[in-house]
C-alpha cells in the first residue's frame, strides 16, 4: 500500500478472485481494504503495527478497542484468519519488550468477544532470529504450526539489475512450488503470503 500508483481496493479484490488468491496478509488494519473484503470468501490476516504495540500493552481496555474498532465491526462479513502482532522484533528493538503483554491483551480481547475458536493471535518474526538460539526455539516443536508470512520478488524497483519480471517470475513460481511441498519434516503445504502483490513506488 505504499504507493499512489496502486490499483482501487474493489480492484484488487477482483484481481485476487480472478487469481483463486484467497488470502491476503495486511500490515495495518486498513479500513478501506477491511471494508472492500466484507462478503467476499478471502481470509485476511490483519496486523497490528509495531509502533501500536506500547499503546496496547499497556492496558487491556486499549487492547479492546483496537479489537473492536478492527475486527468486531467486521467479523459478521469478514474472515479473519489471524491477527499478526507486530512485525518482525527483535530482541534490542525500542518496541521489542511490548510484544509479549500486547499479543496477551489482544488474545484476552479476543476471547472475551468469544472469537477465541475461529481468530488465532500470532506474530511475524525475522527468520535470522532463530540463530541467536542453538538449539532454535522452534525445534522439537512438532505441533507448531509455520507460516511464512512473508517472501517474495520485486519485478521492478532499485537500479534494475536483480528487480525485474523474468526474476521475479523465477522466484515467485519456485516458492509456490516448495512451499506446496512442506518440509522434509512436515511433507505438506505451508500457508505462505507473498510480498507483495504490487511494486510499490513509495
Not at 468486531?72 to 507486530?86: P, R
Amino acid at each position: 500500500m505504499v504507493g499512489d500508483n496502486l490499483p482501487s481496493k474493489p480492484d484488487v479484490i477482483a484481481l485476487y478472485n480472478q487469481n483463486n488468491i484467497r488470502r491476503m496478509r495486511l500490515y495495518d488494519p486498513n479500513r478501506e481494504a477491511l471494508e472492500a473484503f466484507r462478503g467476499s470468501n478471502f481470509e485476511v490476516m490483519p496486523g497490528l503495527p509495531n509502533d501500536d504495540l506500547r499503546r496496547i500493552s499497556s492496558t487491556q481496555a486499549e487492547a479492546n478497542t483496537w479489537v473492536q474498532e478492527n475486527v468486531q465491526n467486521f467479523v459478521n462479513n469478514v474472515k479473519f484468519k489471524c491477527i499478526a502482532v507486530g512485525n518482525e522484533a527483535k530482541p534490542g528493538d525500542d518496541f521489542a519488550q511490548y510484544l509479549v503483554p500486547t499479543m496477551r491483551n489482544i488474545q484476552n480481547a479476543i476471547d472475551g468477544a468469544n472469537l477465541g475458536s475461529q481468530i488465532k493471535v500470532s506474530t511475524a518474526i525475522e527468520l535470522g532470529v532463530l540463530d541467536a538460539f542453538s538449539p532454535p526455539t522452534t525445534a522439537g516443536g512438532g505441533s507448531l504450526d509455520i507460516v511464512i508470512s512473508e517472501s517474495g520478488w520485486p519485478a521492478a524497483g532499485g537500479d534494475g539489475a536483480l528487480t525485474n519480471v523474468d526474476n521475479a517470475k523465477t522466484y515467485n513460481n519456485n516458492l509456490i512450488q516448495h512451499v506446496k511441498q512442506g518440509s522434509p519434516k512436515k511433507p505438506r503445504p505451508i500457508e505462505t503470503y507473498i510480498f507483495a502483490i504490487f511494486d510499490e513506488n513509495g
